[in-house]
């Protein structure tokens, strides 16, 4: 049988981490068995689904790279795959039930008799789960006494202003569009029951579920749109790789079995499973989203990480047409973790003036014998011949020589003079880049300006 998944989001929000990481899932079981992955819309509640909502969340599916097979845009053999087009559908299902005497009335809502009987739900991840929805029992929330108070247990599946409850539409979707695999959030873990006497009312056998645990904060409360690193569309715009994010949600909730955290989406492919899944909560940790960024970003192939860091650049008015600009985007890989930090690291390289750190060039200023220093250091590398990395390195050799000092303790005053502060890429290179003149200038502008 072949296997078909699905992401079913809600569009009354943004896409947020965990339904993302929900869609990355069912995308990567349905990818590694050759499957099918499915986007479906849920949007029967009318007042809260809109379509800003739904663009937001095809926008970030669409930039991590998990394109869908049947869906919004994409068509399918089982569309429309809004649930606001599907209502001849649910009609269809409820007169079964009607048919079948399962279901009854109740101040103008549509109720599914429950059976008294425990339904096991055979989790992938979880294990069973045994409940008794009659023995479970429901409650509501009264607004009188604002307490929750005991309710009838058997299932609204219509509303009285004929609207399809969730539990409904979702069971009959899956069934519609021949899902085999249902991967979702462990919220919906306690629903499933519900979902289990429905497939038995249609007389259809459920599909697999795997329900995959929760994504919190560090400190173990829930994430909320407003917690760093919860809006998947904040992560193109602070400068993350779309691939790193998918790497880094896999790890939120699987894992490989060995030490490997970097993955490439195709590597995840490969390797992801439902046994993989871990059974405890995950927590989120934006320094090790950065860090697994910073990875993928160390092995981009230059053309991409020059087509991704692009926008960085042009925003901070850096030259992308610039022949060095390959060579810095190497040096800066080395540094930056995001996209968004690397015009930061090359931006003095393209600089028609330096910016001076003003607490960098105090660090040198404050030293003993600068001036001697860099006096000596412009005098080594005006002598350089051929300006590749070991001459410029034999010219700051030469320079301490001369004053008797060592080779490192010039480069830092070198960095500052040249740079302006004492952070940014790696000092020889970024002099290679230079040229002669320009880092020679620097160095004498630095001396006749702070020394
Ligand atoms: N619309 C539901 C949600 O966003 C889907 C639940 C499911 O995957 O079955 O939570």
């Known amino acids: ?39 479906r819309v849920e949007d029967t509640d009318a007042e809260r689904s809109t379509k800003e909502s739904m663009d937001v969340i095809l926008d970030g599916l669409r930039w991590l790279g998990l394109e869908w097979d049947e869906g919004p845009g994409v068509g399918g053999e089982f569309g429309p795959y809004n649930q606001s087009e599907r209502v001849s559908i649910y009609d269809r299902y409820l007169a079964k039930l009607e048919e079948a005497g399962q279901v009854y009335e109740d101040e103008g809502a549509i109720r599914f008799r429950v059976p ?61 569009m021949g899902i085999t695999h249902v991967i979702r959030g462990e919220d919906h873990l306690s629903n499933t029951p519900k979902h289990l006497a429905l ?24 994430m909320s749109k407003r917690d760093k690193g919860a809006l998947i569309h904040e992560y193109q715009s602070e400068g993350f790789i779309a691939d790193a994010v998918n790497n880094y949600m896999a790890l939120l909730g699987w894992s490989g079995k060995d030490d490997q955290e970097i993955f490439t989406l195709s590597d995840l492919k490969e390797r992801f499973d439902l046994g993989g899944v871990n059974k405890s909560n995950s927590k989120f940790d934006y320094t090790k989203c950065c860090w697994v960024n910073g990875e993928h970003l160390k092995k981009l192939p230059g053309d991409e990480l020059q087509a991704l860091a692009n926008p960085f650049l042009e925003a901070a008015e850096i030259p992308i047409k610039d022949p060095r600009i390959e060579a810095a985007l190497d040096l800066a890989r080395e540094r930056a973790q995001l996209l968004s930090e690397i015009p930061e690291v090359v931006a003095t390289i393209f600089a028609s003036e330096v910016e ?93 300006n702070y020394l």
């Open 199 to 222: 497939y038995e009312a249609f007389d259809v056998a459920p599909p697999v579920f795997a329900h995959i645990p929760l994504n919190l904060n560090p400190n173990g409360t829930k």
């Open 356 to 448: 001076y750190d003003s607490d960098s060039v105090e660090k040198v200023v404050n030293r003993e014998g600068m001036k001697e220093v860099v006096t000596a250091l412009t005098n080594g590398l005006k002598t350089v011949g051929s300006w590749t990395e070991a001459d410029i390195k034999s010219g700051i050799a030469d320079a301490a020589a001369s004053i008797e000092a060592k080779m490192g303790a010039l480069m830092f005053p070198c960095r500052v003079a040249t740079m302006g502060s004492t952070s940014g890429a790696d000092l020889v290179p970024v002099l290679q880049l230079l040229g002669k003149e320009e880092t020679v200038k620097r160095l004498e502008g630095f001396s006749t």
């Open 1 to 39: 049988m072949k296997v078909r998944t699905r992401f079913a989001p809600s569009p009354t929000g943004f896409l947020h981490i965990g339904g993302a990481r929900t869609a990355l899932y069912n995308w990567l079981y349905a990818r590694h068995h050759g499957g099918a992955f499915v986007l």
């Open 116 to 176: 008294d009987k425990d339904y096991t739900v055979q989790d992938e991840v979880c294990g069973e789960v045994s409940t008794n929805l009659k023995e479970r029992g429901s409650t509501r929330f009264d607004a009188e006494t604002k307490q929750e108070v005991a309710a009838n247990p058997d299932i609204i599946i219509k509303r009285p202003n004929g609207g399809y409850i969730f539990h409904f539409v979702n069971v009959v979707d899956d069934i519609e």
